[in-house]
């Protein structure tokens, strides 16, 4: 056999180790993820939970701060400044 293709089959070779060794660590960790603690799965699910809550209470306190401005210009101005338009429209006819 020649010195190229002895090198072609070993690299073939070491190429296939490598992937066999690949495969069997990601089944190791495949099994290690079914085996985890389920109190930490838990943990992981409460402080996902907390952090869900705590944007929405940030989310509720930004609606009432737009909520609190828009509020903070009366109705009845609105509305008759709206008539005062309404007459200077219907006046120029």
Do not use: C, F, N
């Amino acid at each position: 056999m020649g010195g190229s293709q002895h090198r072609a089959r070993h690299a073939a070779a070491v190429s296939a180790a490598e992937e066999q060794a690949l495969r069997r660590v990601h089944e190791h960790q495949r099994v290690a993820r079914l085996q985890e603690d389920p109190r930490k799965e838990l943990r992981r699910a409460q402080q996902g939970l907390e952090a869900a809550e705590a944007r929405v209470t940030e989310l509720e306190s930004q609606v009432a701060r737009v909520v609190a401005a828009l509020e903070i210009r009366p109705l009845h101005a609105t509305r008759r400044r709206l008539r005062a338009q309404s007459w200077v429209r219907s006046s120029r006819h």
